[in-house]
């Protein structure tokens, strides 16, 4: 049997099977540009159509200098009152969150406030399909935690400050980590949401 | 009978029977603030949950004077790659854009950039429910237009620089601007998209 160089021949679209070698963190992204390069790959083979809300901004000062564009001279940061992904997906709408924490055993709960949860609320109500990717960035793992998860944690524990791994492991799911897409989050909804569709 | 004065005890929420009194344009309301206005108030009635997204801004120097917070003290508007409303009815993903003119008998087509149609065509193909809100201000008309039918104006006349009202009104639907909500284009979304639902 001849030896081909593997590395070679895999398509670029075909999971690695060493997924340490290929985790976005190891490539130097952070975790926000691998859901974004995700987004761009799944639009792109026409699969989903998601994207990153822009931050929103207030403008406070605009000026027109002579023969340019316009110029914001003075603008501050709001806080967001939605979550910052939504899209669709087989007609459904999307809708999530992205956060990262260096924390090895909880995901802080100040990821989270208070208009989101709200929000995530109402998008389920609406049967949306919603929740968070959280990415322990030290222990290279991450896990797609259903929005009814999260709002029933913040409800019942809203004094606690984080929310335990094992509890996210218990109501949530392990993201495989690839390499392209780098966080295939849509295997899990096929799964969870539209029966293995 | 007692005369009661009518416009003391309707309810808020009741449409008027005088259309052309309450059309948010003789209230001082532009298009687009009457458009927030009725994703407001589908979202407090748990109708439907509908936002605009932030003006996309491109930040380039970002101050952070001492006991305040960051400062943006240069930023330059970015072009819209994606439409303006998105969100969830009934499970369905929406999306649209809202487009106002002062002419009487054409959409002028400019409103309409090429990274719009292309997202527009790829929610399509992702069985989203995808339109535009056309409003003739000095006609006081409002159409909605499904997506379809603007992009394939948009192909088919790629010269032309702007779409007759005609067009609009073989293709589209009259909405009966209201007072609450102003712009009921669930209304529509019911009956040519969930089949009366």
């Given at each position: 049997m001849v030896n081909y160089p593997h590395h070679l021949i895999r398509k670029p679209d075909q999971p690695s099977s060493k997924s340490k070698s290929v985790n976005f963190a190891n490539r130097g992204m952070s975790f926000e540009t691998a859901i974004n390069a995700t987004n761009d790959y799944y639009l792109s083979r026409h699969l989903a159509v998601v994207h990153k809300k822009p931050t929103p901004i207030q403008i406070v000062k605009v000026d027109y200098p002579r023969r340019s564009r316009a110029k914001i001279v003075e603008a501050y940061f709001r806080q967001a009152s939605t979550t910052d992904y939504s899209g669709v997906y087989k007609g459904r709408y999307l809708d999530f969150e992205a956060k990262e924490t260096r924390q090895k055993s909880s995901m802080p709960m100040?990821?989270?406030h208070a208009h989101q949860i709200e929000h995530m609320e109402n998008v389920l109500e609406q049967n949306g399909i919603c929740f968070v990717l959280l990415h322990f960035s030290t222990l290279k793992e991450t896990y797609f935690l259903p929005a009814d998860a999260l709002v029933a944690f913040y409800q019942i524990?809203?004094?606690?400050k984080s929310m335990p791994l094992d509890y996210i492991k218990k109501n949530g799911y392990m993201v495989t980590n690839?390499?392209?897409?780098?966080?295939?989050y849509l295997d899990i909804i096929d799964k969870i949401f539209l029966g293995g569709d």
């Open positions: 100040k990821n989270f524990d809203q004094g606690t690839g390499r392209l897409p780098q966080v295939p």
